[in-house]
């Protein structure tokens, strides 16, 4: 993990897990692609992968017990104006 200190940038190795891990909102830097990477794109061949051939079991781990729509909301009441709310 690299964090950012007055110095510089710092390299932590997080040796065990759980960890709690944080970002700040120069994460996201969105990069722009241009019209010939999006050319090479189009052509370029996609690999079909199957889960069983890799082991993969995609068969659901939970159950649903209960499923239940929440009560109605009351009826609101209606004010002449806002001085009757406060």
Same mark, same amino acid.
């Given at each position: 993990?690299?964090? @950012?200190?007055?110095? #510089?940038? @710092?390299?932590?190795?997080?040796?065990?897990?759980?960890?709690?891990?944080?970002?700040?909102?120069?994460? &996201?830097?969105?990069?722009?692609?241009?019209?010939? &990477?999006? =050319?090479? %794109?189009?052509?370029?061949?996609?690999?079909?992968?199957? %889960?069983?051939? =890799? #082991?993969?079991?995609?068969?659901?781990? &939970?159950?649903?017990?209960?499923?239940?729509?929440?009560?109605?909301?009351? @009826? #609101?009441? =209606?004010? @002449?104006?806002?001085?009757?709310?406060?």
């Amino acid at each position: 993990v690299e964090r @950012e200190t007055d110095s #510089g940038t @710092e390299t932590i190795s997080i040796p065990s897990l759980p960890a709690v891990v944080t970002c700040d909102l120069r994460l &996201n830097e969105p990069r722009y692609a241009t019209l010939p &990477n999006i =050319m090479k %794109a189009k052509k370029k061949k996609v690999d079909t992968l199957v %889960a069983e051939e =890799m #082991g993969v079991d995609l068969s659901p781990h &939970n159950q649903v017990i209960e499923v239940f729509e929440p009560p109605p909301r009351k @009826e #609101g009441i =209606m004010v @002449e104006s806002v001085d009757q709310v406060l």
